[in-house]
């Protein structure tokens, strides 16, 4: 009853964390030296839904993370939050990279309490919330403990309460699973979506996994190859909550699959061709991974 009550007030409300890409182009150096690596690059992330940016490694999906972040500027073009540019980082857009950013001299507690002291709100309700959040991600036993002792699975957990505790207008996700063994991944994901079916707020969340990403997705961005856009939008109507096995036994999710697979073969052949080694490894391991065809999604077997 009180669920709903707030929820239908939510909905009344105008959403906000629209972000906006519009023809934004970014090159390193000059000149004759200049790297070229995102490229004609229009698209939006919708507020309160997620979208997901899938792309071969290297084509330059962290250089877009770090324009809307704000700490870096577009060569040209425009990179907007709710209409306005983006100029400099801003507490209303969190990112969670792969590296581990707790700090080591802090418990888990003091961590995920950061954001909040730092800005002077230790009150009542900002510590029910860090417990709220402990729970949510399932370390209330190891709130005393400091990072060095905690697995590289609860460590990233830790890191989701700490960035969530500051409530960001937008959440953005750069592979914050990436390097974890496949359990642990497994274990994060469904960490990771239980929380985000629950508050369902604006996020944009990278990846090279197709699975994670068609888990999370309500939009997925297929990225070209380097210098990157987006090659093509993909809708994710799957009806939610999801769960990972339903996803792989899902028709419409197949279908997605093979849309998404072909396109990113096609693009990572194209990054391999211009010498990229991870590129190489990307088209491998799908060419393992595609499991409801035996032959290659391009077809040819
Ligand atoms: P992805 O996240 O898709 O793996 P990145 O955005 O990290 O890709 O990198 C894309 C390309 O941009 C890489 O070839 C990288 O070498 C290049 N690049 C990234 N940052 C810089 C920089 N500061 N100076 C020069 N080149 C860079
Ligand atoms: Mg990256």
Not at 8 to 31: C, N, W
Not at 117 to 129: F, N, Q, W
Not at 187 to 216: G, K, P, Q, W
Request: glycine residues 8%.
């Amino acid at each position: 009853m009180h669920a709903l009550a707030s929820g239908a007030l939510r909905a009344m409300l105008p959403m906000k964390g629209r972000i906006e890409f519009v023809d934004v182009a970014k090159s390193y150096g000059t000149g004759r030296r200049a790297r070229r690596v995102v490229e004609g690059c229009s698209f939006t992330v919708e507020p309160g839904r997620c979208t997901v940016m899938i792309g071969p490694s290297g084509v330059g999906k962290s250089t877009i993370v770090r324009l809307i972040a704000g700490f870096e500027k577009p060569t040209s073009g425009e990179v907007r939050l709710d209409s306005a540019p983006v100029r400099r980082p801003g507490p209303d857009r969190l990112v969670v990279f792969q590296e581990s950013s707790l700090f080591p001299w802090m418990t888990t507690g003091e961590n995920i309490l950061y954001g909040p002291k730092a800005r002077g709100e230790g009150d009542e309700t900002t510590l029910a919330r860090a417990e709220q959040l402990l729970e949510k991600v399932g370390l209330q036993a190891f709130r005393g403990k400091f990072p060095t002792q905690l697995s590289g699975g609860m460590q990233r957990r830790a890191e989701l309460a700490r960035a969530l505790i500051n409530d960001p207008v937008v959440m953005i996700l750069d592979e914050p699973f990436r390097g974890l063994d496949a359990m642990t991944r497994m274990l994060m994901l469904e960490y990771y979506v239980h929380l985000a079916d629950a508050a369902r707020r604006t996020s944009l969340f990278v990846t090279t996994d197709i699975d994670e990403a068609i888990l999370l997705a309500d939009e997925l961005l297929i990225m070209s190859s380097i210098p990157t856009h987006v090659r093509a939008a993909i809708a994710v109507d799957l009806p939610r909550p999801r769960r990972l096995a339903d996803i792989i036994d899902n028709e419409r999710a197949n279908d997605i699959k093979i849309e998404a697979l072909s396109l990113l073969h096609e693009e990572a052949l194209r990054s391999f061709a211009a010498g990229s080694r991870a590129a190489a490894e990307f088209v491998n391991a799908y060419a393992h991974r595609h499991r409801s065809a035996p032959t290659h999604p391009l077809g040819g077997g």
